[in-house]
């Protein structure tokens, strides 16, 4: 096949579906695809040679339009390229369109995009997830084979569960964020999704490694691969406790059935305690809000996307803002300017630093005992449109298993472990396998031994 004919078809799947997974597709598609025909049969090995890649509307593409799923970047056209977005561009894979996802990456179930819902195919009445649900359900419902995401607190491998797919959070730095459109710099990062191991480490290959326009990003190169039943020999997986507790019937199985398969590999299991995790999903948002208010002041009608004229500059921002952005986005940036402010600085922002490095150090020590680390990807397996959305503390909780990991920067995977019948529909459960910073490498590995 041509990588003509591979694009083509991707975006023939793209305009088809009605899952509303795309926010636009991107129109140089075809003329990319034909460009990187010419690299092929000029002789340049390509990696990804015509490989059809969705990208998260919140990871720029230069030439075409990042909203953030937010009105208030709905005309913004991206002069240049983000340097994940870039580096598999360079090894010939083609961006055939733009994911859906909620507002500035807020949320759990990508019903805050001001494009619309974006509906899980296991179950139109449900959410896949969020916030990167657009690029989930691309790879979930066959549009592409991968995409990329951006997980803050979740949104890689929270929708990857949802949707029945792999999704991976790198380790902090392993992936350049240039050109990521920041929300909280200091637990962003891109990850891909896909449906098998050896997708993963193909774009992880290319994709991870230092870049000189991002000051965190690490210099470790990146060395994939998907391992086989033999890399589960031997290895030492440590259950975290606390996320034993308030999952479904389905959830708990798929759990227990992981360990069944990962000890008949040869693995030895065993559990481990990490207590400060009752305290992360409050010490992520007292994190990641203030970030976010202090990365969105930016939007202020002056030099991105749309302006609200008023009859003074200040009335402008004003406008432009209170009109521009959704609810949701307004909660936070309130909520992350109060923490930030003296006299409440202590008592919230501070405490939550002071959280934040209690958690990294006990995972720090778990890892004395235990290789990788394992706990269900989310408590519950996709819930009803609707269902949250009045309540944003219980979209919240639906992190409870993903932010710590932010928190601490390290690596983690959502794994498709099984499914679970609700209503009649078999809805799709995940488990995560978190590793020490840096040991990305060993999760695609374990996650090929036990596909
Ligand atoms: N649901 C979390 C939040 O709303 C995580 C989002 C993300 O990872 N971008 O902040």
């Known amino acids: 096949v041509t990588t003509d004919q591979l694009v083509r078809e991707a975006l023939e799947r793209a305009s088809a579906s009605d899952l509303n997974a795309l926010v636009s597709l991107n129109d140089h598609a075809l003329e990319q695809a034909a460009s990187v025909q010419k690299r092929v ?45 870039q580096k598999l561009l360079d090894a010939g894979a083609v961006v055939i369109g733009k994911a859906n996802m909620d507002e500035f990456a807020m949320g759990s179930s990508t019903e805050s995009s001001a494009f619309g819902p974006t509906l899980n195919p296991w179950d139109r009445a449900r959410v896949p997830g969020g916030s990167s649900g657009g690029s989930a359900v691309a790879v979930a419902a066959n549009i592409t084979s991968v995409a990329l995401g951006s997980d803050t607190g979740g949104s890689v491998r929270q929708p990857a ?28 990062q891109i990850g891909p999704f896909a449906r098998t191991a050896e997708d993963l480490a193909l774009l992880m290959n290319v994709m991870a490694g230092p870049d000189p326009l991002d000051a965190t990003s690490l210099s470790a190169p990146p060395q994939f691969r998907a391992g086989t039943p033999d890399d589960l020999r031997g290895l030492r997986v440590g259950v975290i406790r606390e996320s034993l507790a308030g999952n479904t019937p389905g959830v708990e199985q798929a759990l227990q059935g992981t360990i069944v398969a990962l000890k008949d590999a040869g693995a030895t299991v065993g559990e481990v305690s990490i207590p400060e995790l009752k305290y992360a999903i409050a010490a992520y948002y007292l994190i990641a809000m203030p970030e976010a208010s202090s990365n969105l002041a930016r939007y202020d009608g002056m030099v991105y996307g749309q302006r609200v004229q008023g009859s003074d500059l200040l009335e402008s921002m004003t406008l432009t803002r209170e009109q521009g952005f959704g609810r949701e986005v307004q909660r936070r940036i309130m909520i992350g300017t109060y923490a930030l402010s003296s006299g409440y600085y202590d008592a919230y922002y501070s405490k939550a ?99």
Request: with cysteine.
């Open 353 to 451: 630093m002071k959280v934040r490095r209690l958690i990294a150090d006990e995972f720090g020590a778990a890892f004395g005992q235990y290789d990788v680390l394992l706990t269900p990807t989310s408590p519950f397996p996709a819930f009803r449109r609707g269902e949250k959305t009045s309540d944003p503390l219980a979209m919240y909780a639906a992190d409870v298993d993903t932010v710590a990991i932010n928190l601490a920067g390290l690596p983690a995977l959502s794994v498709p472990a099984g499914f679970e019948t609700v209503d009649g529909v078999r809805l799709p459960v995940g488990v995560q396998f978190i590793a020490p910073a840096l040991q990305d490498e060993r999760l695609v590995a374990l996650a090929g031994g036990l596909e």
């Open 161 to 188: 569960a949802l949707t029945g797919v792999y999704g991976l959070k790198p380790t902090y730095g392993r992936v350049s964020r240039y050109g990521l459109v920041a929300y909280a710099s200091s637990l962003d």
């Open 41 to 85: 049969e000029a002789g340049e090995p390509l990696p990804l040679a015509g490989v059809p890649l969705v990208i998260k509307d919140n990871i720029n593409l230069a030439g075409t339009r990042t909203t953030c799923g937010s009105r208030i970047l709905e005309t913004y056209v991206s002069p240049y390229t983000a340097t994940a977005a």
